[in-house]
Protein backbone atom coordinates (compact mmCIF):
# COMPACT_ATOMS: atom_id res chain seq x y z
CA UNK A 1 0.00 0.00 0.00
CA UNK A 2 3.17 2.18 0.44
CA UNK A 3 3.85 2.16 -2.98
CA UNK A 4 0.15 3.04 -4.12
CA UNK A 5 0.33 5.80 -1.77
CA UNK A 6 3.45 7.32 -2.87
CA UNK A 7 2.29 6.69 -6.93
CA UNK A 8 -0.60 8.87 -6.21
CA UNK A 9 1.68 11.63 -4.48
CA UNK A 10 4.24 11.87 -7.75
CA UNK A 11 0.69 11.87 -9.80
CA UNK A 12 -0.71 14.54 -8.32
CA UNK A 13 2.74 16.26 -8.26
CA UNK A 14 2.62 15.83 -12.05
CA UNK A 15 -1.38 17.12 -12.08
CA UNK A 16 0.15 20.16 -11.29
CA UNK A 17 1.26 21.29 -14.40
CA UNK A 18 -1.31 19.75 -16.81
CA UNK A 19 -3.58 22.47 -17.81
CA UNK A 20 -6.91 20.65 -18.64
CA UNK A 21 -6.12 17.19 -17.35
CA UNK A 22 -5.20 17.52 -14.32
CA UNK A 23 -8.21 18.18 -12.99
CA UNK A 24 -9.38 14.70 -13.69
CA UNK A 25 -6.23 12.96 -12.75
CA UNK A 26 -6.84 14.68 -9.13
CA UNK A 27 -9.88 12.94 -8.79
CA UNK A 28 -8.12 9.82 -9.90
CA UNK A 29 -5.22 10.20 -7.34
CA UNK A 30 -7.56 11.26 -4.71
CA UNK A 31 -9.19 7.89 -5.39
CA UNK A 32 -5.68 5.95 -4.89
CA UNK A 33 -5.22 7.91 -2.03
CA UNK A 34 -8.38 6.27 -0.65
CA UNK A 35 -7.46 2.96 -1.21
CA UNK A 36 -3.94 3.26 0.70
CA UNK A 37 -5.44 5.30 3.48
CA UNK A 38 -5.77 2.61 6.67
CA UNK A 39 -2.25 1.83 5.57
CA UNK A 40 -0.73 5.18 5.32
CA UNK A 41 -2.75 7.66 6.55
CA UNK A 42 0.70 10.61 6.24
CA UNK A 43 1.13 9.99 2.37
CA UNK A 44 -2.26 9.62 1.50
CA UNK A 45 -3.94 12.36 3.91
CA UNK A 46 -0.84 14.61 2.04
CA UNK A 47 -2.21 13.51 -1.36
CA UNK A 48 -6.01 14.46 -0.80
CA UNK A 49 -5.01 17.65 0.48
CA UNK A 50 -2.66 18.89 -2.05
CA UNK A 51 -5.58 17.80 -4.23
CA UNK A 52 -8.33 19.66 -2.58
CA UNK A 53 -5.68 23.11 -2.66
CA UNK A 54 -4.84 22.55 -6.50
CA UNK A 55 -8.77 21.97 -7.35
CA UNK A 56 -10.03 24.50 -4.63
CA UNK A 57 -7.65 27.65 -5.56
CA UNK A 58 -4.94 26.62 -8.24
CA UNK A 59 -7.23 25.48 -10.96
CA UNK A 60 -8.01 28.29 -13.66
CA UNK A 61 -9.64 25.37 -16.02
CA UNK A 62 -12.12 24.15 -13.76
CA UNK A 63 -13.07 28.06 -13.19
CA UNK A 64 -13.00 28.41 -16.70
CA UNK A 65 -15.44 25.35 -17.09
CA UNK A 66 -17.83 26.65 -14.24
CA UNK A 67 -18.00 29.92 -15.72
CA UNK A 68 -18.61 28.38 -19.53
CA UNK A 69 -21.54 25.47 -18.18
CA UNK A 70 -23.06 29.11 -16.29
CA UNK A 71 -22.78 30.74 -19.07
CA UNK A 72 -24.55 28.37 -21.32
CA UNK A 73 -27.25 27.18 -19.27
CA UNK A 74 -28.00 30.90 -18.17
CA UNK A 75 -27.73 30.17 -14.53
CA UNK A 76 -24.92 30.95 -11.89
CA UNK A 77 -26.12 27.62 -10.19
CA UNK A 78 -25.04 25.36 -13.06
CA UNK A 79 -21.53 26.74 -13.14
CA UNK A 80 -21.30 26.34 -8.72
CA UNK A 81 -22.53 22.89 -9.06
CA UNK A 82 -19.77 22.05 -11.78
CA UNK A 83 -17.47 23.78 -9.21
CA UNK A 84 -18.38 21.98 -5.98
CA UNK A 85 -18.63 18.66 -7.71
CA UNK A 86 -14.82 18.99 -8.05
CA UNK A 87 -14.30 20.42 -5.14
CA UNK A 88 -16.56 18.00 -2.78
CA UNK A 89 -14.76 14.92 -4.40
CA UNK A 90 -11.60 15.80 -2.52
CA UNK A 91 -13.69 17.09 0.84
CA UNK A 92 -15.72 13.21 0.66
CA UNK A 93 -12.52 11.12 0.00
CA UNK A 94 -10.68 12.88 2.95
CA UNK A 95 -13.80 12.12 5.02
CA UNK A 96 -13.74 8.31 4.08
CA UNK A 97 -10.39 8.30 4.46
CA UNK A 98 -10.25 9.80 8.19
CA UNK A 99 -13.06 7.56 9.22
CA UNK A 100 -10.90 4.62 7.48
CA UNK A 101 -7.46 5.55 9.87
CA UNK A 102 -9.66 5.93 12.87
CA UNK A 103 -11.69 2.12 12.97
CA UNK A 104 -7.94 0.87 11.76
CA UNK A 105 -7.49 -1.84 14.31
CA UNK A 106 -3.83 -2.34 15.58
Known amino acids: MKALAI ?7 ISFIIPIFGVYISLFTSLLALI ?3 AEATLSGITIGLNLVKTAFLSPSLVVTAAA ?3 ES ?3 EAGATTYWLFVGWHVVTLVLGI ?4 TKKK
Open 99 to 102: ILAA
Open 7 to 13: TALVLTG
Open 74 to 76: GSD
Open 69 to 71: VAV
Open 36 to 38: SFR
